[in-house]
C-alpha cells in the first residue's frame, strides 16, 4: 500500500522541541518533493515547510523560520521535521504531503496537488 506515515507528534511545553517523522511506504521518497503542512481548529490549512527531491532546497513559513528545520533521509525514505522553541500557537495537527517532480526545487503553495498525504499528527503546545 502506497502511503506516508507520520510519528512523533505529541504534547510539550512552551520552548520544547518535537522531532516529527514522515515515512514513505510503497514508492521511493526521493522522487517526491515534501511538504509539512498543518491546521488548528478554525484556521485554514499552513504551509509550514517543504525540502527539494535532493534535500538541497528548503523553504519555511515565517511563522517558523528560525526555529523549524526541515531534512530528509533518502536511503532511510523518511522526511524530518525538527521543531524547537515551540510556542502554543504551534498547536496543530501536522501532515506531511508528497509530490512527484523532477523539479529541483520546493515551494510552499496551495497550488501544488500532491500525489500522497500522511494522515496527520496531532502537536499540543502547552504549559
Known amino acids: 500500500q502506497l502511503q506516508l506515515v507520520e510519528s512523533g507528534g505529541g504534547l510539550v511545553q512552551p520552548g520544547g522541541s518535537l522531532r516529527l517523522s514522515c515515512a514513505a511506504s510503497g514508492f521511493t521518497l526521493a522522487d517526491y518533493r515534501i511538504a509539512w503542512f498543518r491546521q488548528a481548529p478554525g484556521k485554514e490549512r499552513e504551509g509550514v515547510s517543504c525540502?527539494?527531491?535532493?534535500?538541497?532546497?528548503?523553504n519555511y513559513a515565517d511563522s517558523v523560520k528560525g526555529r523549524f528545520t526541515i531534512s530528509r533521509d533518502n536511503a532511510k525514505n523518511t522526511v524530518f521535521l525538527q521543531m524547537n522553541s515551540l510556542k502554543p500557537e504551534d498547536t496543530a495537527v501536522y501532515y506531511c504531503?508528497?509530490?512527484?517532480?523532477?523539479?529541483?526545487?520546493?515551494?510552499?503553495?496551495?497550488?501544488?496537488?500532491?500525489?500522497?498525504w500522511g494522515q496527520g499528527t496531532q502537536v499540543t503546545v502547552s504549559s
Open positions: 504531503a508528497a509530490d512527484w517532480t523532477v523539479s529541483t526545487m520546493c515551494v510552499l503553495s496551495r497550488r501544488i496537488e500532491y500525489d500522497y
Open positions: 525540502i527539494s527531491r535532493s534535500g538541497r532546497v528548503t
